[in-house]
């Protein structure tokens, strides 16, 4: 059973840093595309950033220069360096990774439970 666990949200100060971690644990044969998403009450769940796991990342346009996303493909785990953190990011953080169970099926998409970060003085 693939799980992935999100850690690291919190309360922090507009301005302030937090950084996110997710690990996925389970029966894997691979981990490809990793990403996080962030729903704000109210709203949509929407794309932050992504790393192919060759490296290449993407960010959302509103995040760009403030987020950094990585990950340590031996201890599968993806993380997401928050700064310069704005009210308007505070929403839940969800973890997605697209992982393969088996070399004999297709990979699949997975969540985490999702980890709350809110900006706020």
């Known amino acids: 059973q693939v799980q992935l666990v999100e850690s690291g949200g919190g309360l922090v100060q507009p301005g302030g840093s937090l950084r996110l971690s997710c690990i996925v644990s389970?029966?894997?044969?691979?981990?490809?595309?990793m990403g996080w998403y962030r729903q704000a009450p109210g709203k949509q769940r929407d794309l932050v950033a992504t790393?192919?796991?060759?490296?290449?990342?993407n960010y959302a346009d509103s995040v760009k220069g403030r987020f950094t996303i990585s990950r340590d493909n031996p201890k599968k785990t993806v993380y997401l360096q928050m700064n310069s953190l704005k009210p308007e990011d505070t929403a839940v953080y969800y973890c997605?990774?697209?992982?393969?169970?088996?070399?004999?099926?297709?990979?699949?998409?997975?969540w985490g439970q999702g980890t709350q970060v809110t900006v706020s003085s």
């Open positions: 997605n990774g697209n992982i393969r169970t088996s070399i004999l099926t297709k990979s699949q998409s997975y």
């Open positions: 389970g029966g894997i044969a691979n981990i490809y595309t």
């Open positions: 790393i192919t796991s060759g490296g290449d990342t």
